[in-house]
């Protein structure tokens, strides 16, 4: 067996890696909290809903990814509900009408959007600044 060519990640380098949910975090609503993690091309968000907890229909220019890790949500997409549970992906398209709500159990999910979620992003630089 040949030996590996790639050398160890010093400290440093290792600076580059985050534990998810230790990152800064923003209250997106009442029951949900939400941990932030973005790059030049996409917004990671991190999120716990408690139980009963809503987003209202809205929409954004970003395309958006939703993972499903813990529990489950009604996601809301074009007028139609979508019962979604941990293991589940949902695309939701750029200027797509959607929300969510959960019911008793809450729910724990990532949420990818591409290009950034700006204003997320901001929430967050403003909170961290307070």
């Known amino acids: 067996m040949t030996e590996p ?3 160890r990640a010093t400290e440093e380098e290792m600076k580059r890696v985050k534990r998810c949910w230790a990152l800064p ?12 993690y ?24 970003p395309e958006e990814i939703v993972i499903v ?3 489950e949500r009604d996601e809301i997409l074009d007028g139609k509900l979508y019962r979604i549970k941990a293991g589940d992906i949902m695309t939701v398209p750029s200027g ?5 709500y ?29």
């Open 5 to 7: 060519i790639e050398t």
């Open 25 to 36: 975090q923003i209250q997106l609503g009442p029951g949900a909290l939400a941990h932030l």
């Open 38 to 61: 973005g790059s030049t091309n996409m917004t990671v968000s991190f999120i716990v809903q408690d139980a009963h907890c809503s987003f209202k229909v809205h929409s954004h220019e």
């Open 69 to 71: 890790l813990e529990g």
């Open 96 to 100: 797509a009408q959607h929300g969510s």
């Open 102 to 130: 959960t019911h008793e159990s809450g729910c724990k999910v990532i949420e990818i959007f591409s290009p950034p979620r700006l204003d997320l992003l901001a929430r967050l630089e403003m909170s961290q600044g307070q």
